[in-house]
């Protein structure tokens, strides 16, 4: 699935808006993911997003409107990624939640 490209940079912005800096960019699953050393925290996929959750959070991020498993295959989720659909990351604000999420997911 290709990413939209303004969503990229809606996500750079919000990570400088959380002070994050020395992120990375790379196309992962077909999307545009974003990276804190060698751990992928944030896909842009499509018009939404895939965000690593912490597993202390996956349930909460589950029970957003929306917001499904991430299944490649439609196999089984792999754990802690969520589906993010546009709808929940329309506002910057909102955006910034989800991609701070994806950032303790990894650390």
């Given amino acids: ?10 996500v750079a912005a919000a990570l400088d808006r ?4 020395g992120a990375r960019q790379k196309n992962v699953f077909s999307g545009r993911g974003f ?5 992928t ?6 018009d939404g997003l895939i965000v690593k959750a912490p597993p202390a959070e996956y349930a909460d991020a589950l029970a957003t409107p929306g917001v499904t498993p991430f299944m490649p295959g439609g196999d089984r989720p792999m754990t802690t ?4 659909p546009p709808e929940q990351i329309a506002d910057d604000p ?4 989800w991609v701070a999420r994806g950032v303790r997911g990894v650390r």
């Fill in 1 to 10: 699935m290709a990413y939209d490209h303004a969503l990229v940079e809606r």
């Fill in 94 to 97: 909102e955006l910034a939640d």
């Fill in 81 to 84: 990624w969520v589906v993010v």
């Fill in 41 to 46: 925290f944030v896909i842009c996929w499509g």
């Fill in 35 to 39: 990276l804190l050393g060698k751990s």
């Fill in 18 to 21: 959380i002070g994050l800096r």
